[in-house]
């Protein structure tokens, strides 16, 4: 069946560092692909997402890359504050014909004063 | 102000007492869909719906139910809830499928 795998599930930077997270995908048919932050005892909410016609997409400190060839795609923050600290879930929507949702199993990332 | 609501919040429960979590949402959105949020498992999907009377299962859709009889509302039903069904359940919708996802604040449930 369709899958989501997420890399590192925990990641500490020191503040001012980068921090990149990596999803890799199963099914090519796969065209949607949101990234959610959700705070401690809060509910997720979209960052940033990027398509299939897209190779990478960037809003201020916050990026996503896409390679449809190896069906992988990436967050990267950069100039890591403490309120990033937070955990960072991938998802891919399985599209057309369907509209499932499979996301990955998370990214607590902390950020180190 | 635009949202998406769920009740109750918390629930406890026993084993077999069925039970309903209601989740409305005022932007006319068309999909709406149920996850379930468990430690090391991230989201997972249960049930979600395209539109009025349109529902499909999710990855994890054993032993719940929905419908969607309104576009506002979309229902998650357990009928005979059982422990490994405690966990803490979102509702979401978006303006179509492929568009953001905005959620409600979650209800934790606790099937004893």
């Known amino acids: 069946g369709e899958n989501v795998e997420q890399h590192p599930s925990t990641l500490s930077v020191q503040e001012g560092d980068s921090a990149v997270i990596k999803c890799t995908y199963s099914d090519s048919a796969s065209n949607y692909f949101p990234w959610y932050k959700q705070e401690l005892g809060k509910r997720p909410q979209l960052i940033i997402d990027i398509r299939s016609n897209v190779g990478e997409k960037k809003d201020q400190r916050i990026a996503v890359t896409l390679n449809k060839t190896a069906k992988h795609f990436s967050l990267h923050i950069t100039e890591t504050q403490p309120e990033d600290s937070a955990v960072y879930f991938c998802?891919?929507?399985?599209?057309?014909?369907?509209?499932?949702?499979?996301f990955g199993t998370g990214t607590r990332l902390k950020v180190l004063a | 102000e635009a949202q998406v609501t769920q009740n109750p919040r918390y629930l406890i429960t026993v084993t077999g007492k069925k039970l309903t979590v209601t989740c409305s949402q005022n932007?006319?959105?068309?999909?709406m869909s149920w996850y379930r949020q468990d430690p090391g498992l991230g989201l997972r999907q249960i049930y979600y719906?395209?539109?009025?009377?349109?529902?499909d299962k999710g990855d994890v859709p054993e032993g719940y139910k929905v419908s969607r009889k309104e576009k506002r509302n979309f229902p998650l039903i357990l009928e005979s809830p059982s422990p490994n069904q405690t966990s803490l359940y979102f509702c979401?919708?978006?303006?179509?499928?492929?568009?953001?996802?905005?959620f409600g604040p979650g209800t934790r449930l606790t099937v004893l």
């Open positions: 998802a891919a929507s399985i599209n057309p014909g369907t509209y499932k949702y499979i």
């Open positions: 932007m006319n959105h068309e999909y």
């Open positions: 979401a919708s978006s303006l179509d499928g492929v568009q953001e996802q905005f």
């Open positions: 719906s395209m539109n009025v009377e349109v529902t």
